[in-house]
């Protein structure tokens, strides 16, 4: 597995982990069009704000920061649990000494990768900040 500064040719990939993801997810409302995620997955490449695990030439996850904050962490399902969400993780972090991210309530497996992964929780929301209005969890961490 490689860890790769993301191009344009992966925006594609990047958006169909994000269509799989949002349709694999029953309490996840779809309020956004296949096309917007396509333009979202262009943006954050664009921007260079993310990075992509690939796996024989192939993207199979993506975590996009903007400096200290984590806007998306996503994997394809056949890449989870094996230490690829970790490693994209861990080059965010040696690249800044604090990130912060935002994750919906309802997702535990991903509540239980942060703590392990030693971030804190720094406040709940209600959801009215987000577009799904969905409550929500702001997590931190701090280098040691």
């Not at 490449?45 to 903007?66: C, K, N, P």
């Not at 309530?105 to 709940?124: D, P, V």
Request: hydrophobic share 45%; proline share 5%; charged share 25%.
């Amino acid at each position: 597995m490689k860890i790769l500064l993301a191009t344009p040719a992966d925006a594609p990939a990047i958006a169909n982990i994000l269509t799989g993801w949002n349709a694999a997810t029953p309490w996840m409302p779809r309020v956004h069009s296949r096309r917007s995620e396509k333009g979202f997955a262009r943006l954050l490449v664009d921007r260079g704000w993310t990075i992509v695990a690939q796996d024989r030439g192939r993207v199979v996850g993506f975590l996009s920061r903007d400096g200290d904050e984590v806007h998306a962490l996503y994997l394809i399902p056949a890449a989870r649990g094996q230490g690829i969400g970790k490693a994209l993780l861990d080059d965010a972090k040696a690249a800044v000494p604090r990130l912060s991210l935002y994750t919906f309530q309802a997702n535990a497996g991903a509540c239980r990768f942060y703590r392990r992964e030693g971030f804190t929780e720094a406040f709940r929301t209600d959801g009215a900040g987000n577009d799904e209005h969905l409550p929500d969890i702001r997590f931190c961490w701090r280098a040691a």
